[in-house]
Every structure is written in structure tokens, then in C-alpha cells.
């Protein structure tokens, strides 16, 4: 089965440095997040990729060795079809050392070594004006700690784990094989510790040995001024705990903003429709416009056409993590009168007589007062 180009899937050249890979996830990440596409299988799929892509070459340990082997578990790529995995010949290197008397060394990470915490993600619905100024949120999440009544060791306090009698603490136990080619030595998981080198006899009663329980915690959340949706916050550290010392993993805070029932945003910018008379288009007027700062006062001119759109510099959103704000577009709208009284009628044909135009002159090509009125 071939494998997946961890490079490629992020878009990148092998050898990028780190901060071309940070860079990279997150964009992908903001892209293809579930919560942006929901519904679409694709690029749910694609999201993984992205993340199994970042884990790997954001771990100097797991980088190094897939930019060495182009794999991160040997499970038989670029070694001729092996199967190289746990109950095969297990360790590379003790087969290796076999035929050559070592010197191969291989970097696949112990069962028992040091292992990162997995990330966390949690989907944070945000009011317009709270995505526009700011705010900070508390959630509520739920992760893997070390158990606190054994430190994470499993074992009951006041005891500890004993390195395992079988493996000798390695893990993994040797099995040598005489045959009419040599000896060949193959690598196994320990049967006894399950790969991690220590045996607890006295579990902790709380953890019931495993050294995690699951916790629920509070996590203060600054947001910045400017979000949209399908920004993603990372907050390093606050997701599920290591294992064997390994650090913790990150926390994704995917935001979600509700529709507003007066202003549209795109990007930056904020647009917004203001109604005014037909008396007032053709007179001009002074009108009061709501911003998300307040109201201000705009004066529209005389003659201004139905759809003419206005701009209030700098009335728009924050540019988030940067300086400046987006614009605020005004589009105008005309409101044509309905049901109008005798009187507003006569108002308008004595200016229609003083425009010197006729009712009812040309049926095919009706004036705006033919259409006010009705055809009378």
C-alpha cells in the first residue's frame, strides 16, 4: 500500500523548516475544518490528512525519522515488502544486527518511551458583536489527565511499578531462532507489561492502574477582535496530558458567529441597507445611519438614485491580530409610496404639470407618476 506524502498533503517541499509547517496546518486547517464543511465527507477526510500530516512533522522525533525512512511505524515501506511490525520480526535494528553484527540504528519510538497528548477540538458559537470587539469566553472541555491520587504511575501511593522480570523494563523480549542460514533474532512485545517494562501489582484505586483519568476543566479563551467563522484558535498545552513524561497536546477552538438581523459582513467590511422617501432622494436629507460603534449622522444628496451605495470609512470590522478596521457600505433604497391619500396624489400631478409631463401620455412607456398613481 503506498504511503501518503506527509509534504505533499501540507503543500510543502521535503525539508521545510518548522515554522513553514505551522504555517501551512493552519491554513489547511481553517480551510477544510468540519465545521466549515459541514456535510462534506471530502473534506472531512482532508482534514485528517492534514492533522496526521501535522503530528508527524511537527514531532522533531517522528519528522526525523519519516524524513530518514519515509515512514513512521515500518510497517514494510522501502523495505521490500517486509512486515516489519510488533509479532513479525519486531526491532529492525536486531535484524540487521544479525547479519552484520549491528551498527543499524533504528528510532522507532518504545511502547514505553515519552508520547505526546492528543489535541483537542471544541466549536465556540459567537455573537456578531462579541466576533467584532472581542471577548473572552470560559468553556467547558473534557480531556485525559494524569491521575492525580498516583501522579500518572498507576500504581497505588505509598507503592510503586516494578520494571517487568521478563522484558528486563525494555518492553520487548528476544527470541533467537537457529536455522541453516544463522541465527536469527526476532523482537516481540512483552506479554507480561504489555510493552511498557514495568508490572504494577497495587493499582491505584482511583485510575485503576491505567495512570489517566478523564477530568472536566474551565479554559479562559481571549478572543480577538475581528474572528469570523471558520477561524481556528490554537491554545497551546491545554489538550489531553502526555503520556511517560510526553507533553501535552493543543486545544483547537473553531469559532462559529450567528447572523445579525441589521448589518452583513464580508471580510472586513460591514454593509447595510437604509431606507429613505422619494421626497427625500429628490430633496436630499440628513439621516441617521446605525454602526456597530453607534449612530452617526450622514447627509445623502439630492437626487440620489435607488441602490447608490455610500461609504463610511473606517466604521468597519477590526483587523484581527493586525491594526486598522474594514469600511461600512450604506446602500441606499427608495421606498415608493403605497395607498397614498387625494391629496398626495394632487401633490404630485401639479409636479408632474410643472415638470411638464402628462399622465397617461404613453401607455407603452408609463412615467414614474403613471406607476405611483396606478395609470389614472
Not at 226 to 238: E, F, L
Not at 287 to 308: A, H, L, R
Amino acid at each position: 500500500m503506498a504511503k501518503k506524502d506527509y509534504y505533499e498533503v501540507l503543500g510543502l517541499e521535503k525539508g521545510a523548516s518548522d515554522e513553514e509547517i505551522k504555517k501551512a496546518f493552519r491554513k489547511l486547517a481553517i480551510k477544510y475544518h468540519p465545521d466549515k464543511n459541514q456535510g462534506n465527507k471530502e473534506a472531512e477526510e482532508r482534514f485528517k490528512e492534514i492533522n496526521e500530516a501535522y503530528q508527524v512533522l511537527s514531532d522533531p522525533e517522528k519528522k526525523a525519522q519519516y524524513d530518514r525512512f519515509g515512514t513512521v511505524d515500518f510497517d514494510g515501506a522501502g523495505f521490500g515488502g517486509f512486515d516489519f511490525s510488533e509479532g513479525g520480526f519486531g526491532d529492525i535494528g536486531d535484524i540487521f544486527e544479525s547479519f552484520f553484527g549491528g551498527g543499524f540504528s533504528s528510532n522507532r519510538k518504545k511502547r514505553n518511551g515519552p508520547e505526546r497528548g492528543n489535541d483537542i477540538e471544541y466549536s465556540l458559537t459567537l455573537t456578531f458583536e462579541e466576533a467584532v470587539f472581542g471577548v473572552e469566553k470560559e468553556i467547558k472541555i473534557y480531556r485525559n489527565e494524569s491521575c492525580e491520587t498516583c501522579n500518572g504511575t498507576g500504581a497505588k501511593p505509598g507503592t510503586s511499578a516494578k520494571t517487568c522480570d521478563r522484558c528486563g523494563g525494555t518492553g520487548q523480549v528476544k527470541t533467537q531462532r537457529n536455522t541453516p542460514l544463522g541465527s536469527f533474532v526476532t523482537m516481540s512485545t512483552c506479554d507480561k507489561c504489555g510493552g511498557k517494562g514495568k508490572v504494577i501489582y497495587d493499582p491505584c484505586n482511583t485510575c485503576h492502574g491505567s495512570g489517566i483519568q478523564k477530568k472536566e476543566r474551565k479554559i479562559k479563551v481571549n478572543i480577538p477582535a475581528g474572528v469570523d467563522n471558520g477561524n481556528v484558535i490554537p491554545i497551546r498545552g491545554q489538550g489531553e496530558h502526555g503520556v511517560n513524561g510526553g507533553p501535552p497536546g493543543d486545544l483547537y477552538v473553531g469559532i462559529k458567529v450567528t447572523p445579525h438581523n441589521m448589518f452583513k459582513r464580508k471580510g472586513f467590511d460591514i454593509y447595510i441597507d437604509q431606507h429613505i422617501s422619494m421626497a427625500s432622494a429628490a430633496l436630499g436629507v440628513e439621516v441617521t445611519v446605525p454602526t456597530i460603534d453607534g449612530d452617526v449622522k450622514y447627509s445623502i444628496p439630492e437626487g440620489t438614485q435607488s441602490n447608490t451605495m455610500f461609504r463610511l470609512k473606517g466604521k468597519g470590522v477590526p483587523r484581527v491580530n493586525s491594526y486598522g478596521r474594514g469600511d461600512q457600505y450604506v446602500n441606499v433604497i427608495v421606498d415608493i409610496p403605497k395607498d397614498l391619500n387625494e391629496k398626495q396624489k394632487e401633490a404630485l400631478r401639479m409636479f408632474m404639470e410643472a415638470s411638464g409631463e402628462k399622465m397617461g401620455e404613453n401607455k407603452k412607456n408609463a412615467s414614474f407618476m403613471d406607476k405611483i398613481f396606478g395609470g389614472k
